[in-house]
């Protein structure tokens, strides 16, 4: 497969190149420290099913009497499996970038490296989206349950989350239906949509949702405190 690189993808190579061992040692480094971050996060969605789980068999048995109290317990888990499954999703997001990243900065053939953008387009499209509709539960939890809580700045990265969305989502969209998750059937067209994918682009977007995802991760990591006080409410 021919790539018809740009100017940008010629430029961009060279500058890759050049500092290739230096980025791959530090998104290596970066990368153990954000796996053993994602560990935690199971723990913490796996203790919330457990207890969910726990609920429902004392629940299948409950008197009437105490089944409120144990439909409240379950709530409380329920929303704290909310938080903990999101930032898993985001953990989870930011890894994907980095070896993304890794990559598209190896030195690959054409085969390699398209495939490599390709299937970051695909990830941000798909998890993009996972990302507002849970981001939407989170903000619903926080109005029903602490309604006097600022949640300002989660609105505007959510708000920064969606405008790149929909600013991107054409041509994540076009990629994901022609040449990835699904194939035109017509060959010609899935080489040219393919030959004509850039680094340059790719990197591009990569990078900026990965910017937009640390900072995701930044401003709901403090409301897993909400997720305790919740569960102090029922217990």
Not at 61 to 79: G, H, I, N, Q, R
Not at 105 to 110: G, I, K, L, V
């Amino acid at each position: 497969m021919k790539n018809n690189k740009s100017q940008l993808d010629i430029f961009l190579l060279k500058r890759i190149e050049k500092n290739r061992e230096e980025l791959r040692h530090n998104l290596d480094s970066t990368l153990q420290v954000e796996q053993a971050c994602l560990e935690e996060i199971v723990k913490g969605i796996k203790h919330c099913k457990n207890n969910i789980t726990q609920c429902n068999k004392v629940l299948d048995k409950a008197s009437l009497s105490v089944m409120p109290v144990w439909t409240a317990k379950k709530e409380a888990f329920t929303d704290n499996l909310t938080i903990w499954n999101t930032l898993g999703h985001i953990q989870m997001a930011s890894i994907e970038m980095k070896q993304y990243t890794k990559r598209l900065s190896a030195d690959n053939d054409s085969w390699e490296l398209q495939d490599a953008i390709k299937t970051a387009y695909i990830a941000i499209y798909e998890t993009s989206e996972k990302l507002i509709k849970n981001i939407g539960k989170i903000m619903k939890f926080i109005n029903s349950n602490f309604p006097s809580y600022d949640y300002s700045a989660l609105k505007e990265v959510k708000k920064c989350l969606a405008k790149f969305r929909e600013d991107n989502a054409g041509e994540l969209k076009h990629v994901r239906n022609n040449v990835a998750a699904h194939r035109d059937n017509d060959v010609c067209k899935q080489l040219d949509i393919s030959e004509n994918l850039h680094l340059s682009d790719a990197v591009k977007l990569v990078v900026e949702y990965g910017n937009i995802i640390n900072e995701l991760g930044t401003v709901i990591s403090p409301i897993k405190e909400l997720g305790i006080e919740r569960l102090a409410m029922v217990y």
